[in-house]
């Protein structure tokens, strides 16, 4: 039985992990579907954004400690276990984390790969490794620094207590939180949104962003400067700025 669905509407794709019985803990099959599945569809011009989503209790429980609880620290190193997941985190086309219930470890991890995060007020988020004895392992410790601060990314990683989506999104975590029977109209909607644009403008658009987190202001900022210069070279800016000026709506068409 797969341990994900992949259900697909125009160019918006949702994935929904689907281990009910370990509350979507993370192993190295469901890391392989979903790298078998969304690699030729991040090649898909006709997919706009992509929703990552769960169950309405468990987002993702974490990494799965059955799986890991017998192996070696040269096991570990061999295997370069979790760094599937930079090809996950890597992929180009927007992706929204939709979070219902738990986010905990690699499941808080998954979300923050994410471009942003919507929550359901139900939402629990925290990097409860500690208390296995470990650390966060899929870059928990750098991406929640660089969106909540060092003091708070601190606080839950030392403590290994859970936050709620409010506390989150004060943080800085979480960019929406809506009542839990909206979370999936919403996620839909912003990624109909997202998708109704060109793909190349949302493409670097993300990168650019992601930037930030990697190099220096001035880097940064040169960065997106030649990106923004590049997209001058798309039919999808001349369509932007010329429906603008006819007052009509734009119709891109991704190149
Ligand atoms: N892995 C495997 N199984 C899990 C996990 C998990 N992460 N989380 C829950 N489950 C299983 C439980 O074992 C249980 O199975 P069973 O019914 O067979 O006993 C089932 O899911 C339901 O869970 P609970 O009965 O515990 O449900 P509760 O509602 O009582 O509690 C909690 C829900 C609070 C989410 C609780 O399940 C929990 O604390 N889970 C673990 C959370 C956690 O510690 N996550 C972090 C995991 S480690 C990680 O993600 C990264 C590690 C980095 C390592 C770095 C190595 C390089």
């Known amino acids: 039985m797969p341990t994900i669905t992949i259900d697909r509407d125009d160019r918006v794709v949702t994935v929904t992990l689907n281990r009910p019985e370990v509350l979507n803990a993370l192993n190295g099959e469901v890391l392989g579907e979903l790298l078998d599945a969304l690699v030729p569809l991040d090649a898909d011009p006709g997919v706009g954004c992509l929703v990552i989503t769960g169950s309405d209790r468990a987002f993702a429980a974490g990494a799965d400690i059955r799986e890991m609880s017998t192996k070696s620290s040269v096991d570990m190193l061999t295997e370069d276990y979790f760094a599937g997941w930079d090809t996950f985190a890597a992929l180009r086309t927007p992706k929204i984390a939709a979070v219902a219930g738990y986010a905990l470890g690699g499941g808080c991890e998954l979300a923050m ?3 942003f995060v919507i929550a359901a007020d139900t939402a629990k988020f925290g990097q409860p490794e500690i ?32 936050m709620d989506a409010r506390e989150a999104e004060r ?36 990168e650019a962003v992601n930037r930030a987190l ?42």
Do not use: N, W
Not at 172 to 197: K, M
Not at 234 to 242: L, R
């Open 113 to 115: 790969m994410c471009d």
């Open 131 to 162: 208390k296995l004895g470990v650390i966060p392992g899929i870059g928990g410790t750098q991406r929640l620094t660089a969106l909540v601060g060092k003091s708070k990314a601190m606080d839950l990683i030392l403590t290994g207590r859970l």
């Open 171 to 206: 943080a800085g975590l979480v960019a929406r939180v809506v009542p839990a029977d909206q979370l999936r109209a919403e996620a839909a909607e912003a990624a109909a949104t997202i998708a109704s644009y060109g793909k190349p403008a949302t493409m670097v658009a993300r």
């Open 214 to 255: 990697e190099v220096g202001l001035s880097e940064g900022v040169l960065f997106e400067r030649r990106t923004f210069h590049a997209l001058f070279a798309t039919d999808d800016q001349k369509e932007g700025m010329a429906a603008f000026l006819a007052k009509r709506p734009a119709r891109f068409i991704g190149r």
